[in-house]
């Protein structure tokens, strides 16, 4: 079984927002698929589907950015999935806004929902896409633009990078991780 996890903050506050571009590439899978993330446990909502002819479980912790490995180790062991079998999605300041990077390890970056999860897991040998957002002007705060909404310039960046990470998640499917990476990061 493939998990796919989607990095964000629960609640209608921070829909639509920078922080929760993990989530959106969730429902852009869900909305192509049918599909629902009606499971609620492991401080989740998640939902196990059959595509391709392979289980895929994808998840969007409701514990708040910075706690996110505290859903995502549960769910790992209690479905025995393995790092290798992991993918997480989330917004990146170093990269140009719609920009994305797939990676099969690395460190946190200074990413507290990915701190988390390193931490949990113990590991930081897992997948990953990195959806750019930018970083702000100066006399704007990381946190107030992590958490804004993005700006009318950003969203079609940002809708079209929504999309080409879904791509990557359904390519993955079928695909080596390192294949896809090489086909999305050109």
């Not at 909502?45 to 969007?60: A, C, N």
């Not at 113990?122 to 633009?145: E, M």
């Amino acid at each position: 079984m493939k998990c796919i996890v989607g990095l964000g903050n629960p609640g209608r506050k921070y829909r639509q927002t920078r922080h929760n571009v993990g989530f959106m590439v969730l429902e852009e899978l869900a909305k192509r698929h049918g599909w629902s993330l009606q499971k609620k446990k492991f401080n989740s909502h998640y939902t196990v589907e059959t595509i391709e002819d392979e289980r895929i479980l994808l998840l969007e912790p409701q514990t708040y950015m910075n706690l996110s490995g505290e859903a995502v180790k549960p769910i790992m062991d209690f479905y025995n999935i393995s790092i290798d079998q992991l993918l997480v999605i989330y917004d990146d300041l170093d990269l140009p806004t719609g920009k994305i990077r797939l990676r099969q390890s690395g460190g946190h970056g200074g990413h507290n929902g990915m701190r988390s999860i390193i931490d949990h897991i113990n590991s930081k040998q897992f997948n990953r896409i990195r959806i750019g957002i930018d970083r702000p002007d100066l006399d704007v705060a990381i946190t107030d633009y992590v958490l804004g909404k993005f700006s009318k310039e950003q969203k079609p960046l940002i809708e079209e990078s929504i999309k080409r990470s879904a791509d990557a998640c359904e390519a993955w499917l079928s695909t080596p991780f390192i294949e896809v990476m090489n086909e999305f990061n050109g």
